[in-house]
Nanobody, 122 residues
């Protein structure tokens, strides 16, 4: 069983920034496609972005494109989500996930973190 651990969530005002981190203690993320999902209050989990281990490319949902940036530091075994220009509608629990496919379908990811809360006040 692989456990992913997210951190970095919190409360921020609209227009502010946060950086989330995701690690896999005791495991390496270098050979996985790594994704971020989020679940807004009362809604289903939704795709945010996915980073491919094979070519390093990242695909973003249109709702975050230009504001969020995914990066990966394989030496630190850590995935990051830099979130800028945050909006109240970005409020959600954010999850990182690891899998064998770089896709937007959450069911294709094998491993998940416990989530970290991001709250953006207006």
């Amino acid at each position: 069983q692989v456990q992913l651990v997210e951190s970095g969530g919190g409360l921020v005002q609209a227009g502010g920034s946060l950086r989330l981190s995701c690690t896999a203690p005791g495991r390496t993320i270098s050979a996985w496609h790594m994704a971020w999902f989020r679940q807004p209050p009362g809604l289903e989990r939704e795709f945010v972005a996915v980073n491919s281990w094979s070519n390093g490319n990242t695909y973003y949902d249109d709702s975050v494109k230009g504001r969020f940036t995914v990066s990966r530091d394989n030496a630190k075994n850590t995935l990051y989500l830099q979130m800028n220009s945050l909006k109240p509608e970005d409020t959600a629990v954010y999850y990182c996930a690891a899998g064998d496919l770089a896709v937007i379908d959450a069911t294709e990811y094998h491993y998940w973190g416990q989530g970290t809360q991001v709250t953006v006040s207006s």
